[in-house]
């Protein structure tokens, strides 16, 4: 059965060739398209891994080398190792990036200093983007074809680049112009809008940033439009609504019970227009309106007075100012402008009270309620010098010296003539005794100056006499010469200081009203280099015969000034005088030449 089994056991042939014969090993051959396939793939795999290989190599052998062709900012450095190219760039580029930046935007010109606007070029990190080991296709293509043109890198100070652009903006721009209405030759007038221009900060940063070393120069900056506030499409609409109106016809204000014209002439004078909102908005002058409309009425006004002193007989009180009447220069111009579009063109106005300049208050805020010092001199029984001093003490009496301001005598005193009550009178002039306008006047300087000594007020200016009169205290006196000397002295405290001057009982006064502040001593010293008169001779044409009087001497007066106590100042005050000696108008006969018999 086996054997017949083997017997009948033929070969067995896939599909219809011819058949082959059998083979021991013929139960194996259906393995040799898979091993086939095997070897395909190792050899395939091999291949890839040979040419794998060989690209990494390369790659690293390329690894310090810059792809050959390839420039920086017009640098070449292609095919260059990592240090030759670092050393290249910096020659080529070092004195370039130190530079300052040219840049333009529309036809204004700036520059940019690269460190000021923290622009450096990072060299290193400039050849490490063309370096190193690269395993991407196209960097091997770059070292085989060429790389062309790369950007530098740049090391940015991002504070400093913004400062930088900012300043740039201050700069590189152009203002829009406003559309506007003036007022010229009687009739108004546009000025057209016009756009400007500003740098557009981003895209100038972004510029300054990728371009700085490698285009061209000037720099393009890149700007953006600005409008103007008032524009044209607003100013035409101002003119036709508003100003071509203002000079069609006279505006009547009413005021008060009367009715007041005011020209057209006179409403265009006093107009303008001014952006208000994007808008021209018409403004009058309030204050011209009032002068105009006050020249076209009657007695439209009243006059406030004045708070002021007044000296009673327990001292200065203060009389109350009282208002008055005015007109209102903001809201006269707004009924103005409001009529000159109107169809009526009325303008209805109503008076204002006036508050006095100087009001209660603010007198009682200087506190002005003591008498913080007081002096007096002898008149002399010269009844001109009399006149003189009272007219004088009448006119500076109730003067008030605000703190920190000069009390000047002169001013205080106005004019020196007959209008104001003087008269001429007995003075010293170039040395001489003789007569001038305001004679005896130094009395009432000298009386003025000891009450402020005594204040401790601060000496400005005065001059003692050149011949000393016993009826002042020496060293503690003041001459007057209007024009020439003064007497003056400031109000060093933080109250105000009223003068009340008067003559009586044979005396020149002088009281100065405050609040105590200054506590004041005074010393004098010894009369020193004492000269006895003598006699001279004068042939001068207005020589006035005098007898002998005081000598003369040098001597110091020391002023101490206190504060809570406290000593803020020692002021000594000097002066030397000349003795009154006799004076003989005529030669002298000692000195004259004997007769000719």
């Not at 740098?199 to 103007?228: G, H, I, K, N, Y």
Request: net charge negative; aromatic share 6%.
């Amino acid at each position: 059965m086996a054997k017949g089994s083997a017997e009948n056991t033929e070969p067995v042939v896939d599909g219809d060739g011819p058949d082959e014969a059998w083979s021991p090993l013929a139960e194996f051959d259906g393995d040799r398209p898979r091993r086939r396939w095997l070897r395909t793939t190792l050899i395939v795999v091999g291949a890839v891994v040979v040419l794998g290989g060989a690209y990494v190599g390369t790659s690293y052998a390329l690894a310090d080398r810059v792809p050959r062709g390839t420039t920086v900012a017009g640098i070449e450095i292609g095919g260059m190792s990592t240090a030759r190219a670092e050393q290249a760039l910096i020659d080529g580029l070092g004195s370039l990036s130190d530079e300052p930046v040219p840049v333009t935007a529309q036809d204004i010109t700036g520059s940019v200093d690269p460190a000021t606007a923290g622009l450096a070029l990072d060299v290193p990190a400039t050849v490490e983007r063309l370096t190193g080991v690269d395993l991407r296709p196209q960097r091997l293509w770059q070292h085989l074809v060429g790389a062309g043109a790369a950007e530098p890198v740049t090391d940015v100070d991002e504070a400093a680049l913004d400062e930088a652009v900012a300043g740039l903006a201050q700069t590189l721009t152009l203002a829009p112009v406003d559309g506007s209405i003036v007022i010229a030759d009687g009739a108004p007038h546009a000025v057209d809008a016009a756009d400007g221009w500003a740098l557009d900060e981003d895209a100038a940063r972004e510029t300054l940033v990728s371009t700085w070393l490698t285009a061209a120069r000037p720099l393009e900056l890149t700007t953006e439009v600005v409008e103007p506030d008032v524009t044209q499409e607003e100013t035409e609409r101002a003119l036709q609504d508003v100003a071509s109106k203002i000079g069609t016809a006279p505006v009547r204000v009413q005021v008060a019970g009367q009715t007041v014209e005011v020209p057209a002439d006179v409403l265009l004078q006093v107009s303008s227009f001014v952006p208000a909102d994007g808008e021209l908005a018409l403004q009058m002058d309030g204050a011209a309106l009032v002068e105009a409309v006050l020249a076209r009425s009657t007695d439209l006004l009243t006059t406030a007075s004045d708070a002021r002193f007044e000296f009673q007989d327990a001292g200065p009180v203060i009389v109350p100012g009282t208002p008055g009447t005015t007109l209102d220069p903001a809201a006269l111009a707004t009924a103005v402008s409001a009529a000159v579009v109107d169809s009526g063109r009325t303008a209805e106005v109503a008076l204002v009270e006036s508050d006095p300049a100087q009001t209660t208050e603010a007198l009682e805020a200087l506190g002005v309620t003591t008498a913080v010092a007081e002096f007096d001199t002898p008149l002399t029984s010269e009844p001109r010098r009399t006149k003189n001093i009272a007219a004088g003490a009448a006119a500076i009496n109730g003067t008030l010296v605000r703190p920190g301001e000069t009390f000047s005598l002169t001013d205080a005193l106005g004019p020196i003539d007959a209008a104001h009550g003087f008269v001429q009178a007995g003075a010293i002039v170039n040395g001489e005794h003789t007569d001038a306008w305001g004679g005896g006047l130094s009395q009432l300087s000298t009386t003025t100056f000891n009450a402020a000594y005594e204040a401790g007020m601060e000496d400005v200016e005065h001059k003692p006499h050149s011949e000393w009169f016993s009826r002042y205290p020496a060293g503690r006196e003041a001459t007057l010469f209007t024009g020439t000397l003064d007497m003056r002295w400031k109000n060093n405290t933080p109250y105000g200081v009223l003068v009340q001057a008067w003559v009586a009982d044979g005396k020149t006064y002088v009281r100065l009203w405050s609040t105590p502040y200054w506590e004041v001593t005074s010393e004098s010293g010894p009369k020193t280099n004492v000269v006895q008169p003598t006699t001279v001779y004068s042939q001068s044409a207005t020589c006035s015969p005098q007898s002998a009087g005081n000598p003369g001497f040098r001597i110091t007066v020391t002023r101490t000034v206190k504060l809570n106590g406290e000593v803020v100042a020692t002021e000594p005050f000097s002066w030397t005088y000349r003795a009154q000696n006799r004076v003989v108008c005529g030669p002298n006969p000692a000195t004259a030449a004997p007769a000719t018999p």
